[in-house]
């Protein structure tokens, strides 16, 4: 699946206004969640990440519109230009299936992490942890904070932890 990233990166594109050829892969059919991060080249800086958590949509179409939303919809950075695109690299991260979890039990590096509470939730990809340099419990305050939670949240009663893993592609 080595060609996720070249379906993201053909997207983004066409978006953006130019066609490109698409790239030659299987069906891809098998509904999956995933996230999209578009990061610089020069320095590897967090230009874009945005996903699709629940198996919505067949893994093509879902790596298509992640895509597309991490370059234009991340609120967190200006909309990505066309001439900027070939700076980028373009990551595709396929989740695995969500499954609850008891805050012991999350493994740093291993793990993504969901927290769901009072009506919020926040998401964080496995590699997120082990960049930062984050335990366990570290890790856990960053996701309820992202979640506009109390660090503290994960350890009330009522608030939810799911796990999953991703298996990650990058381009060449």
């Known amino acids: ?28 059919e098998e509904h999956r969640g995933v996230f999209v991060t578009l990061r610089r080249r020069a320095d590897n800086e967090l230009r874009g990440c945005v996903g699709i958590v629940e198996p ?5 179409d879902a790596v298509r ?10 609120r967190r950075f200006a909309p990505v230009s066309l001439v900027e695109l ?6 595709v991260s396929v989740l695995g299936p969500l499954a609850p979890c008891a805050p012991h039990d999350v493994e740093v590096g291993r793990h ?17 942890a082990t960049e930062e340099g984050w335990d366990r419990e570290t ?31 990058t381009e060449d």
Do not use: Y
Not at 65 to 74: G, H, I, N, T, W
Not at 146 to 161: E, I, S, T, V, Y
């Open 139 to 169: 890790l856990l305050r960053q996701l309820c904070r992202k979640a506009g939670l109390p660090p503290d949240a994960w350890r009330q009663p009522g608030c939810q932890l799911f796990v999953f893993e991703t298996e990650t592609f």
């Open 86 to 91: 070939p700076a980028l690299t373009v990551h």
């Open 1 to 28: 699946m080595n060609f996720l990233p070249a379906i993201a990166r053909q997207a983004i594109a066409e978006r953006l206004g130019r066609r490109e050829p698409a790239p030659i892969a299987p069906p891809l």
């Open 112 to 128: 993504g992490v969901v927290v769901r509470h009072v009506e919020r939730s926040a998401l964080l990809l496995p590699q997120v």
């Open 56 to 60: 919505r949509f067949a893994l093509g």
């Open 65 to 74: 519109r992640a895509a597309v939303s991490a370059a234009l919809d991340d």
